[in-house]
């Protein structure tokens, strides 16, 4: 999937940068050096020695977390894309699921009612937010301002594949409030893809999206002063 982005992207003269994560899959953790000191560290080395100064960073689920992170700290990202990233639940998602329930047909609700010990049981176990890098909600809608006032392009995209947290559109403005309204602020919801895309249908429309918005991206940021670049797409899994 990032060749094949890499690829559309560079028909369209932008350069890309993909890396594992450091302790990621099979990447090797570094010492001393976590996702955000690596990002960083290779937002410079772009910087340096390819004369970019205007990157778009972003990524599925964890990655998606660490690109926000990177935003808010170095003001040479320009714009996120966040694949399945922060998510709140909060009344729309209860709205949903609840609305889910009341559709299904009676045998469903003797099998919910007779699995709803061991469902609340399994609720104080493990959830999204124990492995990934999340401000509380009240500082998460302070960062997002933050980026907003600072002119931060950002493309969110939920999928199906992430139920636990994600269920209604109507979330996305209820978790980060008034400043969604923006023009540079964008979100979809396609509750029929799975968390990777692995689908080929679901995949194209993933590039195809991301493609026409680094496309608006192209025409609305500087490019850099040096040789007039078009903005880089940094992105990791």
């Not at 028909?11 to 955000?36: N, Q």
């Not at 690596?38 to 998606?64: K, M, N, P, Y």
């Not at 999928?159 to 996305?172: C, I, S």
Request: net charge neutral; hydrophobic share 40%; charged share 30%.
């Amino acid at each position: 999937m990032h060749v094949e982005l890499g690829e559309r992207l560079a028909a369209h003269g932008m350069d890309s940068f993909r890396f594992d994560v450091p302790g990621v899959g099979e990447a090797p953790r570094l010492k001393g050096a976590d996702g955000r000191v690596a990002a960083l560290a290779a937002l410079e080395v772009l910087a340096t020695e390819h004369d970019c100064s205007d990157f778009v960073i972003g990524g599925v689920c964890s990655a998606a977390d660490l690109g926000w992170n990177v935003a808010l700290q170095d003001a040479r990202v320009r714009a996120v894309l966040m694949l399945d990233g922060i998510g709140f639940n909060g009344p729309w998602f209860h709205y949903a699921r609840n609305l889910d329930r009341l559709r299904r047909l009676p045998r469903e609700w003797r099998r919910m009612l007779r699995d709803a010990p061991k469902h609340l049981r399994d609720s104080e176990g493990f959830e999204a937010t124990d492995v990934r890098d999340w401000p509380s909600h009240a500082q998460a809608r302070q960062q997002f301002a933050e980026l907003v006032d600072r002119g931060v392009h950002q493309m969110w995209i939920y999928t199906g594949g992430y139920t636990d947290r994600f269920l209604h559109p109507r979330q996305f403005r209820w978790a980060f409030g008034e400043p969604t309204r923006d023009p540079r602020v964008a979100m979809r919801y396609w509750p029929d893809c799975d968390h990777t895309f692995f689908a080929r249908a679901h995949r194209d429309r993933l590039l195809g999206t991301v493609e026409e918005w680094m496309l608006k991206l192209a025409n609305t940021l500087t490019p850099c002063p040096e040789d007039r670049r078009e903005p880089a797409l940094h992105s990791q899994r």
